[in-house]
């Protein structure tokens, strides 16, 4: 699978895990240099609290359009830390 936004490459992995429809691509599998962390959290029932990235890319920044789960419940355990995507990335199959 691979992530992109604004023309660039954001992530790219065979090792995704898809919860609810959402491919959860690995941490070392995305290109830490368009995160920029953001104050912004949700919570989800089963899930935990999640916490947000802003892309940042030639310029153009897209709030909030990551978000991972760093202290998920047991239940989804397996996406710790996995990052996931939305807000005009486009997440395809290679």
Known sequence: MIAEWNGREIARSAGTVVVEGNHYF???????????????????????????????????????????????FDAAANIKDYIAFWKGVEVREV
């Open 26 to 72: 690995p941490p070392a599998a995305v290109d830490a240099q368009f995160l920029t962390p953001s104050d912004s959290h949700t919570k989800c029932y089963w899930k935990g609290e999640a916490s947000y990235y802003t892309l940042a890319v030639d310029g153009a920044t897209n709030p909030d359009a990551a978000w991972y789960y760093p202290e998920p």
